[in-house]
């Protein structure tokens, strides 16, 4: 008890000290009852809670013009990001906390009336957070928040659910490009008005072959360290599971086992033992919901994860269900436009099974449907909270090699139609660069790629109609060769989707020294 008073005292010093004249402002603590939490919180000390779990957030109601707060990250394995939502709307760039506690400026110059705020973590856990306060306006103050929402989802998982790298296509790994808000978990969540705690992180699974087990970290109030842990947290780290009596429980793991070689004879008993010895204990009456994906490998967990729900019928677990989302991009993780195609999927399966209303999906989507492409006139502005994807086109992967570049114009007066159009470069030495994105197949059908073209010269540039199977290797393709126009030109290219394809592909490639081409307009269809 003297330890906390002692704390509290140095934590209440830090807040006037970040912010300067701040014995001039109103304080508010941690511990306000005005303030809302959502998410795996660390209570332990109520004047200084930590934030480890991703997509966690603070929610007040204040009266004032301006916002501050003030925060600290351990930074264990990097940055830690926060966004700021004020009235519904990101504000500025994510704030990366320093390691010691700093007050930082989260809204300014705003009517002087009342103002929704929230604070969340982006990142999953590559720190810890610790939150030590707001600041108003001098003798302003908060009042009562919007009500939770009614029903409560606990996610448990890896990348795909903690939505590692969701605002980079280019997979690199950096922190501030792991936005969990806009991953599938959190797009669920609110689609279907349910609270929510994110238990995701990257590289988890059920296998030695993984780090962290999702079944020894699952009861963690706080995952620090939760990386290094062989067996299940007890005492005080354990997490007590009646403040947060859930309805749906959603567990997306396995992928990183499968992908180190482990199959169905480890990942189905792993399962199996998480709902009935893990989560069945604690949540009694909560439908468990299995996840996976399908389209990136051959023998995915996606491919028997039936069978394990199976299984656990047989075992007299019927409150239990599955769900399979496409995977078409390849090994990188999905971004926030294929994170909203998973959510539409998985949100429209847990109403459904529970009974509840029907959501709205999530307008984010890049999912267009089988044989069907998005934003096939580039003009549809991938999410981000940064400025790393205003170049680029929603729905459509890329990439370079040598002195390849790709970009997408805005340019009305050159553009096809609309304002915007995809643009490949390459420079004084050999280079390539390319657009594609992939779309599930019909078997036996034969699909049309059509599209505008125009460049600089008679390059090697392609607009390809591509096959892949379940594995992500290439079975056909037809390269659709064009001859470089320098006007806007329609081309077109087919081919036949061979018997075990299991997406179709459209491939817009550039090659050579010193060339452009543009593109726009490209459509698919089938017959």
Known sequence: MKSWFIRSVIIAGIIFIGVGSGW???????????????????????????????????????????????FSSTQKYGKDYLAVMIDGNFVGSPIAPAKTATTYTLASGLADTTHIAVIIKRTEYWGDVTFT????????????????????????????????????????????????????????????????????????????????????IWNYTNPANADKATSQATGSQEYTFSQFPADVVVVNAGSNDSYKGNDSSQIIPAWEDFVLNKIRPVHPNAHVVLAESVGWSFYEPGDYIAQAVADLNAKGEYNVSSVVFPWLW???????????????????????????????PSPLSSFAGTGVMFNTGFETVPYSMWTNRQSQAS?????????????????????????????????????EAGFWQAAPVVLGKTYTVTGFVKGTANKNIVMKVQFKDEGQ????????????PTVWTQYTNSATAPSNAYSVNVVLQLDGTNAIADFDDVVLSSN
């Not at 996610?155 to 991953?183: C, K, M, R, T």
């Not at 195609?341 to 709205?360: D, E, L, R």
């Not at 805005?410 to 643009?423: D, V």
Request: hydrophobic residues 35%; aromatic residues 10%.
């Open 473 to 484: 290797n290439i079975l056909s393709e037809s390269n659709g060769n064009i001859a470089m």
């Open 133 to 216: 306060g707001f600041i108003l306006d001098t003798g302003r103050s908060l009042v009562a928040p919007p009500p939770l929402p009614p029903y409560r989802i606990e996610w448990y998982g890896d990348s795909n659910v903690s939505a590692h790298d969701s605002e980079d296509i280019y997979d690199l790994g950096n922190p501030q490009y792991n936005d969990s808000w806009f991953g599938y978990a959190g797009i669920v969540s609110r689609m279907l008005n349910a609270q929510w705690q994110n238990m995701g992180w990257g590289g988890s699974g059920w296998t030695s072959q993984s780090s962290p087990l999702v079944q020894v």
């Open 395 to 431: 729905g459509w992967r890329e990439w370079t090699k040598g002195t390849g570049a790709t970009t997408v114009v805005t340019n009305a007066s050159a553009a096809h139609s609309g304002s915007r159009y995809a643009q490949l470069t390459v420079g004084s030495k050999n280079g």
């Open 330 to 360: 390849g090994q990188s993780h999905a971004v926030v436009e294929e994170q909203a195609g998973f959510a539409n999927i998985v949100a429209a399966h847990i109403a459904a099974v529970k009974g509840w209303p029907a959501p709205t």
């Open 24 to 70: 001039a402002s109103t304080t508010i603590f941690p511990n306000d009852p005005n303030i809302q939490y959502m998410g795996r919180i660390d209570f332990t000390y109520p004047l200084a809670p930590v934030i480890g779990w991703a997509s966690s957030s603070i929610t007040i109601n204040f009266l004032g013009t301006s916002l501050k707060g003030t």
